[in-house]
């Protein structure tokens, strides 16, 4: 199998907090993960590629400071929203690679900022 | 720029099949993908198929890929009331890097 999780599934956090989301890769390493955001109704939005041992590379209009991202391992990718306000809130989402073309989706983060 | 378009919302009734459309602009692409998502949930990869092939046939599941007119449909045979989710086609650009385009999602809703 291929099985990617996610930790939180869902969180609630104060504006001006940091909120940090796990990625991991269960079952196969995983040299490169992604990023996505997803708002309601809408597709998913790539936001950054996160390659194992080396920094991310993050998509046009993505705040690199904003949204700080780890890949401390072959299976661990983290997210970490910075001083997160409620226009972050959103569904996160992040995939693994498992062989060059195949790529399998986290269950999401819901965030919510109040 | 890469773009992927889909029809929005798709309606069936319960035992027939499905078929969901979807266009793409980069020609280079390698792989072309359909993920399933349903609601609150993430993506399932339900199928792909390499650019030098025409079809991929899965159990219920038909892709077909016309290279030329760079369009791409998905048959859903038998649609069940459980297939009812949104339906992503996705393109993998050559030298991406494994970065995917997606569309805009279309809504299947299958009706007993």
């Known amino acids: 199998g291929a099985v990617v999780s996610q930790h939180p599934s869902w969180v609630i956090c104060k504006s001006g907090t940091s909120v940090k989301i796990e990625c991991r890769s269960l079952d196969f390493q995983a040299t490169t993960m992604f990023w996505y955001r997803q708002f309601p109704k809408q597709s998913l939005m790539l936001m950054a590629t996160?390659?194992?041992?080396?920094?991310?590379?993050?998509e046009q209009g993505v705040e690199k400071d904003k949204f700080l991202i780890n890949h401390a391992s072959l299976t661990l990718s983290t997210l970490t929203v910075t001083s997160a306000h409620p226009e972050d809130s959103s569904f996160y989402i992040c995939s693994a690679g498992k062989t060059g073309y195949e790529q399998y989706f986290g269950p999401g983060t819901r965030l919510t900022v109040t | 720029g890469e773009d992927v378009e889909q029809s929005l919302f798709l309606s069936v009734r319960e035992g027939d099949s499905s078929v969901i459309n979807c266009t793409y602009t980069d020609s280079s692409s390698t792989y072309l993908y359909w993920y399933k998502q349903e609601p609150g949930a993430g993506l399932q990869l339900l199928t792909y198929?390499?650019?030098?092939?025409d079809m991929k046939q899965d159990q219920r599941l038909t892709v077909l890929l016309n290279k030329k007119d760079k369009h791409l449909s998905l048959r859903i045979a038998d649609t069940q009331t459980g297939d009812s989710a949104i339906y992503f086609c996705?393109?993998?650009?050559?030298?991406?890097?494994?970065?995917?385009?997606f569309g805009q999602g279309t809504e299947l809703s299958v009706k007993p």
């Open positions: 198929i390499f650019s030098n092939m």
């Open positions: 996160s390659n194992e041992g080396s920094k991310a590379t993050y």
């Open positions: 996705a393109e993998e650009g050559g030298n991406q890097g494994g970065k995917l385009i």
